[in-house]
């Protein structure tokens, strides 16, 4: 690239434009992980709640000023023209995109330090990204504080993994419920590959844990299984999420 900013091509300019994106996205994460160190999680959330809703507000105001089009609700409007399966479509790719990044960072880890690393850093991250996922869909539930089992229920309906992958509940009732991740993507294509199932015990453990006591404090987690463990044809994992009376 031109080491003279005023002076950047096109093609150059489009580039520092989408690093831009890059470099607000991780300031993002990295204000939310220092005030969690500093202040405790609960704060944090606490002031994300506030600062994410008047910077997303900001940003998009003044990308649609930018750009030249209009906002509806806070929305861009080109959003809202799609066609029903255009939108249906982003959606959905976006959470591809999303499932791909995880992967190309834990591959990156594991290509350049090892398999032991990369598991290690995989499980730690799940420990503070479900918690996060969790808040993030109370907040566009408008979940309550405690929503039960019922609420866990919608909530695992609305994580990325839901538009990703085949997922069911059953033996549900008003205090328990097992979920079973039927059909999961990464596994899918190590077994059309002939390899093994992926062992991702360790990360789930520490996924669906965090993300059901974030969602309700109540709920304890058990796994039925989870690879290595064996597993019928029907699914790969299996859940409990369970609240005492």
Not at 20 to 28: D, E, I, L, P, V
Not at 87 to 106: I, P, Q, T, Y
Not at 153 to 170: D, P
Request: overall charge neutral.
């Amino acid at each position: 690239m031109n080491t003279d900013p005023k002076n950047l091509t096109k093609k150059e300019n489009a580039q520092l434009i989408l690093d831009f994106f890059h470099r607000t996205m991780m300031h993002h994460a990295l204000w939310f992980a220092e005030v969690q160190h500093q202040m405790g999680t609960e704060k944090a959330f606490a002031v994300m709640n506030e600062a994410w809703e008047r910077s997303s507000l900001i940003q998009m105001k003044r990308i649609a000023k930018t750009l030249g089009f209009e906002m509806e609700d806070d929305i861009p409007k080109p959003l809202l023209d799609l066609p029903d399966d255009k939108l249906e479509e982003l959606k959905n790719a976006m959470a591809v995109n999303w499932l791909a990044n995880d992967g190309v960072w834990f591959q990156s880890v594991e290509f350049k330090y090892g398999m032991n690393d990369a598991k290690r850093c995989n499980d730690s991250c799940w420990a503070h990204f479900s918690p996060f996922e969790a808040w993030s869909i109370k907040r566009l539930l408008n979940l309550s504080e405690r929503p039960g089992i019922k609420g866990l229920k919608k909530a695992l309906e609305f994580r990325l993994y839901n538009f990703v992958n085949k997922q069911s509940f059953t033996d549900q009732t008003e205090n328990s419920i097992v979920f079973r991740m039927n059909e999961c993507r990464v596994q899918v294509a190590r077994k059309r590959k002939g390899l093994a199932d992926y062992p991702c015990k360790s990360g789930g453990l520490v996924e669906y844990t965090t993300f059901a006591e974030a969602i309700d404090p109540r709920i304890k987690t058990e796994v039925i299984a989870c690879p290595p463990d064996p597993h019928p044809e029907e699914y790969f994992c299996a859940w409990k999420f369970s609240i005492k009376d």
